[in-house]
């Protein structure tokens, strides 16, 4: 796949670094990058699929509201980016979303009752739901010197 214009990717032997501006022009670059590493790595298609819905929750997730126009976010004199650093680690895929936007309170966010939402058909609010529930793993970290980074975890089964 080529590389769009304003995208940096490094690759070295197990590991992926990619940085792209914070724009939702660039999530089908990164579902793709995300997808294909995950088929070399040996996940198969229906695990591919969650591993790939997880990441494009996550980066839209930091496109709506780590960058919301209407709050603050850190580093505000530097354009939007999200980083992603995906390798693997023995029989998992770990991936690492980083940005600089607004933090969140990740381990203090309750979802609203999501059979109550589905059954309004309710647009929006199931992203980290979809997460934990596709990924083995998953924790957030934020601070000012490093931004905020979710970390997703998927194992892969031996069969």
């Known amino acids: 796949m080529k590389t769009p ?20 022009s660039y999530l089908a670059y990164i579902r793709t990058m995300v997808t294909e590493l995950a088929r070399q790595v040996g996940f198969p298609e229906p695990e591919v699929a969650k591993i790939e819905m997880a990441v494009d929750e996550a980066c839209s997730n930091v496109l709506e509201h780590a960058y919301a126009r209407d709050k603050q976010w850190r580093w505000q004199h530097r354009e939007p980016e999200i980083r992603l650093e995906i390798r693997t680690e023995d029989d998992r895929l770990v991936i690492e979303i980083n940005d600089h936007g607004q933090g969140f309170e990740f381990d203090k966010f309750q979802p609203a009752n999501l059979e109550h939402r589905v059954a309004e058909m309710a647009p929006g609010g199931y992203g980290i739901h979809i997460m934990r529930k596709f990924m083995d793993e998953v924790q957030y970290s934020s601070s000012d010197q490093t931004g905020n980074t979710l970390r997703l975890v998927k194992y892969l089964k031996k069969s």
């Open 5 to 24: 214009d304003q995208v940096r990717v490094k690759k070295t032997t197990g590991k992926m670094e990619i940085a792209t501006p914070g724009d939702v």
